[in-house]
């Protein structure tokens, strides 16, 4: 159990650092360890261990009855324990969704189910189970069991959810009670341009999705409706499983990002209306890009099954 915790540990630093590197986390940032455990569907027992690391590495400095900051002045090695590869857990979880996806495994299963199917651990079996509750596509049975729920698994819900986003997102800008909140654009701000200037290739695609999800659900927020920022959060965990099986593409992320700071730009000068329709533009390029990704993905598994 401890070689385990250990691993866990080792891979959550690590994309702590790639968190670091990518912007997302800036000097001087309070991390907070509950925060770290939702955003990576751990236990905050791992989570605990990777910041007393990092904090021993000069990475992060802890502060009495604050926590954990990022430092201000980053040594010159702390890139030295950053490594590319994906964490065993990753491939682990996304061959479990993959299977969901494809319709590999039923809608209800048993923890020993799973644990027989891919060699888990009772520890990772929990982990990975308790990271797709967070992540709103599994929940617990009453008694035993679990039951894997529905998400964008065809071309046509995808579509259904970017056309929904087109509905929302842009109509949440006008909404009477949508105030401005200057922090949460600087923020994502600094977290858009950031992206821009790091090395998108090396960065993990989880951590490029996040940051795109994270833009509009931050954004959605000023609102003030919270049915708005349910609703995002919602489809977006009903889309994660389809998008994270897209190739990462640096050229359109590139895209991505300087769209995103053309919205920022209405809305730090005050010109909401033309941030709304920049936003429908944005959603909108983003449903023909992506709609025949989600069609290719469907034929291939449809061809695959028929080979079976």
């Given at each position: 159990m401890a070689a385990?915790t250990?691993e866990?540990s080792?891979n959550?630093?690590?994309?702590l650092l790639?968190?670091?590197v990518s912007?997302?986390l800036?000097g ?6 509950q925060?770290?455990a ?6 905050r027992?791992p989570v605990r ?6 904090a ?7 502060q009495?009855n604050?926590?954990y900051?990022?430092s201000?002045?980053?040594p010159e090695s702390?890139k030295?324990?950053?490594t ?5 857990d ?9 299977d969901?996806?494809t319709?590999q ?10 644990r027989?199917r891919?060699g888990?651990?009772?520890?990772k ?6 990271r ?8 617990r ?6 039951r894997?729920?529905?998400v964008?698994k065809?071309p ?15 109509t949440?800008?006008l ?11 600087d923020e ?15 960065t993990?695609g989880?951590?490029?999705l ?10 959605i927020?000023?609102?003030?409706n919270p ?8 489809v977006?965990?009903m889309r994660?499983?389809?998008e994270y ?7 359109r ?7 995103h700071?053309?919205?920022l ?11 709304s329709y920049?936003m429908r533009?944005?959603l909108?390029g983003a449903?023909?890009r992506k ?7 469907a034929?291939d598994?449809?061809?695959n099954?028929e080979?079976?």
């Amino acid at each position: 159990m401890a070689a385990r915790t250990s691993e866990l540990s080792t891979n959550i630093s690590n994309r702590l650092l790639h968190d670091i590197v990518s912007g997302t986390l800036s000097g001087g940032q309070h991390i907070s360890a509950q925060n770290i455990a939702d955003r990576y569907g751990v236990s905050r027992t791992p989570v605990r261990e990777a910041l007393e690391n990092l904090a021993i590495q000069q990475v992060l400095t802890r502060q009495p009855n604050r926590g954990y900051f990022v430092s201000e002045r980053l040594p010159e090695s702390f890139k030295d324990g950053l490594t590319d590869a994906v964490p065993a857990d990753a491939d682990d979880y996304q061959t479990f969704a993959n299977d969901w996806l494809t319709n590999q495994i039923p809608e209800e299963v048993a923890e020993q189910f799973l644990r027989q199917r891919y060699g888990w651990t009772k520890a990772k079996a929990a982990d990975l189970l308790v990271r797709a509750v967070r992540e709103g596509w599994a929940e617990r049975k009453e008694g035993y069991g679990w039951r894997l729920l529905p998400v964008a698994k065809t071309p046509e819900a995808f579509d259904e959810i970017y056309r929904f986003r087109m509905a929302i997102e842009p109509t949440a800008m006008l909404e009477p009670s949508f105030q401005l909140d200057h922090k949460i654009l600087d923020e994502q701000r600094r977290i858009q341009e950031g992206m821009l200037n790091m090395d998108l290739s090396s960065t993990p695609g989880e951590a490029l999705l996040q940051n795109g999800a994270l833009f509009h659900e931050e954004l959605i927020k000023l609102s003030g409706n919270p049915f708005f920022y349910m609703a995002l959060q919602r489809v977006n965990r009903m889309r994660r499983l389809m998008e994270y099986r897209a190739e990462v593409n640096c050229e359109r992320l590139i895209e991505q990002c300087t769209e995103h700071l053309e919205i920022l730009s209405y809305l730090e000068s005050g010109n909401v209306a033309d941030a709304s329709y920049r936003m429908r533009q944005h959603l909108s390029g983003a449903l023909k890009r992506k709609s025949p990704l989600a069609r290719n993905w469907a034929h291939d598994r449809e061809r695959n099954d028929e080979n079976l």
